[in-house]
């Protein structure tokens, strides 16, 4: 499959320290020549998701650059190499392409939950609020990632509540609506501290 050659042209002058010629492999995998290094590389019409997901990755390798006991780097994402809007007005995404395994050990699964949870206590703003500077999606869901100072309140409102409040748009469901009240009385003040918690009842 021949790449697009809006990508192609950007890959020569984005991503030239990676190589010369740029071969695709399908499945948006791209082969940097001469060195044969895989990359993850794809131009959309869904500019502002494409345009969220590059800003997330960004974010999360910066969270997550820290090395790990023995000194080694721990990968979770990949490196963004190149982002932003085509002259024709798509959006396009340059990563490097992580081969995805089936499974994980329990040592990697620890390392991973510790991680996610690093990533999350350093992802609010220089105001202590939590959310994300650009939109940002989940599947084709649009995530509501306006800053708010309580991580419970973003959780529960922000992800949970407005996922509730978008299929009882639909379709009304009284049990879903009282599992999202449940999980308020029974969860949701377990997710910080009891000092910010009680701040921000």
Not at 38 to 57: C, H, M, P, R, Y
Request: aromatic content about 6%; hydrophobic content about 35%.
């Amino acid at each position: 499959m021949a790449l697009d050659k809006t990508l192609e042209s950007i890959l020569r002058g984005e991503c030239s320290h990676l190589g010369s010629q740029f071969i695709s492999r399908g499945a948006s995998c791209v082969a940097a020549q001469p060195s044969g290094r895989k990359l993850f590389a794809k131009i959309d019409d869904a500019v502002e998701q494409t345009l969220g997901e590059a800003e997330s990755l960004k974010a999360m390798g910066s969270a997550l650059s820290s090395d790990d006991d023995g000194g080694a780097e721990v990968r979770l994402t990949p490196e963004v190499h190149a982002s932003g809007k085509a002259a024709d007005g798509r959006a396009y995404l340059i990563t490097d392409y992580l081969e995805l395994k089936s499974s994980i050990n329990k040592a990697g699964q620890k390392r991973l939950g510790s991680r996610l949870a690093e990533m999350h206590k350093k992802g609010i703003n220089q105001e202590g609020r939590f959310g994300f500077g650009v939109a940002t999606y989940c599947g084709v869901t649009r995530q509501d990632n306006s800053w708010n100072i309580s991580w419970p309140k973003f959780w529960a409102d922000q992800r949970i509540g407005d996922l509730v409040r978008r299929i009882n748009a639909e379709q009304n469901d009284a049990e879903l609506k009282d599992l999202e009240e449940q999980m308020r009385s029974k969860c949701v003040h377990n997710l910080t501290p009891s000092s910010d918690d009680n701040a921000t009842r």
